[in-house]
């Protein structure tokens, strides 16, 4: 298509709004700086024996499956592969359908490789500090204190962090699967993102564990506004942890790349499209495995956590999105569109199941409600026949009832 005058003056407009919101053109580059950039790529990029370029711009490397950053882990040091779970849940009933991502246009990683998303440079220039790439700073997890009202907890309420999430108190829960609906929603500010994932959490303050995955849009992590898979995980309440390969999480699988975009994306009162997740513990092993559609894609080892080492207390599902300036973002959640509007418009998470100690999948139960600011990002809940137990959660951000 010939660039039209429309086009590129959205083209000129998106190019200064990077100029203006990127952190990087306020950080001098000196020597030292460039020195730290280059020995973290050099961490975090192992040599590959194959290269895909994804349509997306992303390049992914196919890189040995024992070369993985998993490895540099201090708590990996002797770590043996596990290529299988010596179990599986049982009591599934939604049959999972593979996921499709946009690099798998271009190519296939060979066998005994993990397909890596390649970190440029400028994707570490455009983090806060080098120190904060890929780097999580809630300090929480979606906190029940703010279905009391915005007051109680300012520092879920206060614009930064929003939810719209179900939160299930499981006692002893051993994982969970829920299929989730996918959109692009639009990201206000180059510094916002917007999330739909499930945290699987056991204990608190500085003793917080979480295994966390969904998709997410985050300008200044990717690059671009592409719904992407992505993982997270923390054993110390978020002082220490970060997203995607970094260190920790043991991929087994060559054919699907965390942190590459995710489509199809559903439209506003079209075609809806989704994906089912399942992370569960193998209670042999021990480890934490992640299933993505249909496909095992690794897992966290047992052995970087202390209270998820043995259950999880809480599960949860949902909606986040951040932004780091003060006031109202109109970053969008979900869809952008409220519970209210129902299917197709609004984004949902439907067939909601929690694994039990007989490692069985059941639909979860007894969901409380999360949304600091319901007129801003909301979330309902229900169960019906065909959906199981399900959410609708998401918002548009800043509106005349939200300021
Ligand atoms: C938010 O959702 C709850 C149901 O979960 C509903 O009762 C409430 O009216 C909604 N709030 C707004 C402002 O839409």
């Known amino acids: 298509m010939a660039p039209t005058p429309t086009c590129l003056l959205t083209l000129v407009v998106a190019l200064t709004f990077l100029l203006l919101e990127g952190p990087a053109a306020a950080a001098p580059m000196t020597a030292e700086r460039q020195r730290e950039v280059q020995s973290l790529l050099k961490q975090l990029n192992k040599p590959p024996l ?34 299988q ?36 440079e400028e994707d570490i220039l455009r983090a806060s500090s080098i120190r904060m790439y890929g780097k999580k700073s809630p300090g929480s997890i979606p906190n029940l204190n703010s279905i009391n009202g915005p007051s109680s907890t300012p520092s879920v309420t206060s614009g930064r962090h929003q939810y719209g999430v179900a939160s299930a108190p499981v006692g002893k829960g051993y994982g969970t699967k829920a299929t989730f609906n996918l959109w692009r929603p639009t990201i206000a500010r180059a510094g916002d993102f917007s999330l739909t994932q499930l945290w699987i959490s056991a204990g ?3 003793d ?51 942190a590459g975009t995710l ?57 986040e999105i951040f932004s780091g300036d003060a006031g109202q973002t109109s970053t969008q959640m979900g869809s952008g569109h409220f519970p209210h509007e129902g299917f197709g418009k609004a984004s949902h998470i439907k067939n909601i199941q929690v694994v039990d100690s007989s490692n069985t999948l059941n639909p979860a139960s007894g969901l409380q409600l999360i949304a600091g600011q319901p007129h801003c990002y909301n979330v309902t809940n229900g169960n019906s026949g065909d959906f199981g137990t399900y959410i609708y959660y998401g918002g548009s951000g800043k509106n005349p009832n939200c300021q």
């Open 263 to 319: 489509s199809p994306v559903s439209t506003y009162g079209g075609t809806q499209y989704d994906f089912d997740i399942l992370v569960f513990k193998d209670q042999k092993g021990g480890n934490w495995w992640l299933q993505v559609g249909s496909s095992l894609v690794g897992y966290w080892p047992s052995s970087l956590f202390s209270q998820l080492a043995d259950s999880a207390s809480t599960i949860q599902w949902g909606g």
């Open 85 to 120: 779970p010596s179990s599986y849940p049982g009591g599934l009933y939604h049959d999972s359908h593979p996921i499709t991502q946009t690099w798998h246009q271009n190519g296939k990683c060979p066998e005994n490789t993990v397909p890596i998303r390649r970190t440029k």
């Open 50 to 83: 194959a290269t895909i370029e994804s349509p997306d711009g992303d390049i992914i490397d196919c890189v040995h499956i024992s070369k993985q950053p998993a490895f540099d882990h201090p708590l990996l040091k002797d770590h043996t592969i596990q290529m």
């Open 208 to 258: 917080l564990n979480t295994i966390e995955t969904g998709w997410q849009v985050y300008l200044n992590l990717y690059a671009d506004n592409n719904p992407r898979l992505f993982i997270f995980w923390t054993n110390d309440g978020y002082q220490t942890g970060c997203y995607n390969l970094c260190s920790g999480f043991v991929q087994t699988n060559n054919q699907i790349a965390i």
């Open 204 to 206: 608190s303050g500085n």
